[in-house]
């Protein structure tokens, strides 16, 4: 692989998902296109960006990834290698010896996959009278990590509730990653007050980018995403946002960035690891 670019423009695609898997194919394709065509040398889609956010769906839409068979994912590979970029393939339901996962690819740009992260963390939550969703009805969570060397820098991958836990941000801080990539679909409820303070605590947590992708808005649907696509730098400033409607971010990342923030503030040799300290226990998927 050639050496990774130390500027990237980064797109985050914000893509309107609707219950045809044919339609969202073909929405990512153009948005993966469009980026191209403006200059992006990485391309993020959303969390289940071939499918719509719900239990009943998860199941119908669900690919055997491992097995070959995957339309979702031949169709990103198949992109990435046309238009020549990094692509961070959001999310999508993942069938695997009897379990579906909530499951983020990466590819190369020459279309070969570099990653599979599978959800880590499942959204179980009941805040009642506003917003109740099982997760675990469904998915099974994975257990993997995955920091991802590609051509536009070193990644470390979660996805949406992943975002909840900071151990997970910091152990790849410590292995190096630059910018953390959290496909997500937050709600009309959890949305409003945590998504831009979580990518924002995430950031100046470990001093690098953390780019969140989510959805477009579709009262349609039964699950309402916030939207709210968002670059964060290392000094926890918002440098790109949308608001819920489709549409595609772009952010000029200088990795440059990472070194000067963590020279002004050193935290990782400030801590007191004398007194606590993170045991990591994950493997790299
Ligand atoms: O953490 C939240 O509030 C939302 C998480 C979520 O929507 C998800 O994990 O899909």
Redesign the pocket.
């Known amino acids: 692989m050639p050496s990774a670019k130390s500027k990237v423009k980064l797109a985050l695609c914000q893509l309107l998902t609707t219950d045809n898997k044919e339609a969202n194919i073909s929405t990512a394709q153009s948005a993966i296109k469009e980026a191209a065509s403006n200059g992006a040398d990485m391309v993020v889609l959303p969390?289940m960006w071939n499918c719509p956010y719900s239990n009943d769906s998860f199941p119908t839409f669900a690919e055997d990834i491992e097995g070959g068979t995957s339309q979702s994912a031949a169709a990103m590979a198949e992109a990435a290698k046309q238009h020549g970029v990094t692509l961070v393939a959001g999310s999508m339901p993942e069938k695997h010896a009897g379990n579906l996962y909530n499951t983020c690819l990466v590819f190369d740009c020459r279309g070969q996959q570099l990653a599979r992260f599978r959800k880590m963390h499942l959204?179980d939550?009941n805040i009642p009278g506003k917003i109740t969703f099982r997760e675990s009805d469904t998915l099974t969570a994975g257990e993997n990590i995955a920091v991802v060397d590609t051509e536009a820098g070193r990644l470390g991958l979660g996805i949406?509730?992943d975002i909840?836990f900071p151990e997970l941000a910091m152990i790849y801080a410590r292995q190096g990653v630059q910018l953390i990539l959290y496909p997500?679909?937050?709600?009309m409820t959890?949305g409003p007050v945590?998504w831009e303070l979580l990518a924002k605590a995430r950031a100046v947590d470990n001093q690098l980018f953390v780019g969140v992708c989510s959805p477009a808005r579709n009262m349609d649907a039964s699950y309402h995403a916030w939207g709210h696509s968002m670059l964060v730098g290392p000094f926890g400033q918002v440098l790109a946002t949308a608001e819920h409607e489709p549409g595609i971010i772009y952010a000029d990342l200088d990795y440059a960035e990472v070194d000067e923030r963590r020279k002004g503030m050193p935290l990782a040799t400030q801590k007191r690891e004398d007194l606590y300290e993170l045991v990591d226990k994950t493997h790299k998927a």
């Open positions: 969390e959204f939550i949406c509730y909840r997500g679909a937050f709600n959890t945590h």
